[in-house]
């Protein structure tokens, strides 16, 4: 019951939260510069004032404001994010179409960087007086300050060019046509490189939080008192430091779980990986601006689905919580 309470005043809020953001993203992308009817227009050799008037027409560019708005949420709410004049495409179909490619890179990158980051800061907290304990903050401190794109091309450079170990872009082997598990290893090689680039600055993220909030939490009296009943040190760090340590990693990882789907954009443009975060760059270039608003549309609302369900992991993991709600 208090669960089910829990979701239905999440879920409300998100409702308010997902207006107002495509109320703003609207608004925003009107400001954006550039026609897209003139882009049109420019591309297809006219340039005349009748072609453009039509072409506005057409997409309802003529309308005042406050009427294209109207049409565009009353669209959403009917799940019709209207239609890609570049891609000839309705944006619905546009985007589920790239949303499986994404969620697979970033589910297995925000896994990947999360049991990591996890382990390395456990170790680096274990460690904490010894040069393997540095090292690996260290290393956590080089991965966090590297920029995203560089690794990604030094990662295709390394791995690809000179040592020929893995695929350099794509999600699969074109034309290669494999089926059953032969596709899904040929998919899984194609995911190795974009995948553990993305999960390395989230990685060390999660190292230093470790870290820190196990340092934190060996210092409070419940440990002190595990020690003097003579326990083991590996299950005080497990059991008694590690399990009160992951509640701020829980935050931050709801947090980050959303982000991670606004930093593939960069992962994939590199990499060609066909997910929505490249096809937001296209859009962009393109001024496709019905597609980028339903793009934006998604985004925000993985963004708030990672939230309700980190909330809910949070109660999970800290029994006090739902006592106090």
Known sequence: MVYARLIAMRLLKAVIVLFLIIVFNFFLIQLAPGDPAAILAGEAGATDEAFLRQLREQFGLDQPLYVQLWHYVSGIATLDFGYSYRQQMPVLDLILERLPATLLLTGTAFVLSLALGIFAGSMAAARVKKISGSVIMALALVFYA??????????????????????????????AHYTGMAHILDVAKHLILPASTLALFFMAIYTRMTRASMLEASQQDYVKTARAKGLKDRVIQRRHILRNALLPIITLAGLQAGQMVGGAILTETVFAWPGIGRLMYEALMQRDYNLLLGIFFFSAALVIVFNIFTDLVYRLADPRIKEAS
Request: no cysteine.
């Open 146 to 175: 590297t920029p995203l794109f560089w690794v990604a091309l030094m990662a295709v450079l390394l791995f690809s060019v000179y040592l020929d170990w893995l695929p350099a872009y794509g999600m699969f082997t074109v034309g």
